[in-house]
């Protein structure tokens, strides 16, 4: 789909993720666009018609001692796991079971956002996202995307920068 596809979501199409921007004043654009299951974060990138450094996906993990763990990082980079367990003072960190995400976090793949999700877990975000004007994130559904200035989700999400790729 061409960005020129893309849409501004319509007032009625409020996700949690902006119901929780909305009751903190926090502003946001709001995205949506024709999902596919197989669609790779480079392909919402381009959808997007924005450059890969601003689009980012949330990856959530599980430390050795059991605690959970949200990192933040652009869609064209792997999260290091050693530098993931470091920010999170970790021995290890793995990757959750996709099957794990849901009742964890309430959201589903593909549309888990670090705004809303069940309960807060510690969130760091790639410290490249503070020096940009912008980032996209999920909105908690899929084909939904927020448009955000990166201080505002880290205020609201309670995230750490650190290096994560």
Not at 102 to 117: A, E, F, K, Q, R
């Amino acid at each position: 789909m061409p960005p020129e596809e893309v849409q501004k979501m319509k007032k009625d199409e409020k996700t949690n993720v902006m119901r929780v921007l909305d009751g903190k004043k926090i502003p946001y654009t709001g995205h949506s666009y024709e999902p596919d299951a197989t669609m790779s974060g480079e392909e919402i990138t381009a959808i997007l018609g924005e450059a890969p450094e601003k689009v980012f996906k949330t990856l959530v993990t599980q430390g050795k001692s059991g605690a959970y763990y949200v990192f933040v990082v652009p869609v064209r980079e792997e999260l290091d796991l050693k530098k993931a367990a470091k920010a999170a003072g970790e021995k290890a960190i793995a990757m959750i079971k996709q099957k794990e995400l849901l009742p964890l976090t309430g959201y589903v793949h593909g549309g888990c956002s670090p705004i809303g999700m069940k309960k807060p877990f510690p969130t760091f975000i790639h410290e490249t996202a503070t020096g940009l004007d912008k980032i996209f994130v999920s909105a908690g559904r899929v084909g939904f995307q927020i448009e955000l200035a990166p201080a505002d989700l880290i205020a609201v999400g309670g995230c750490k920068p650190a290096d994560l790729v």
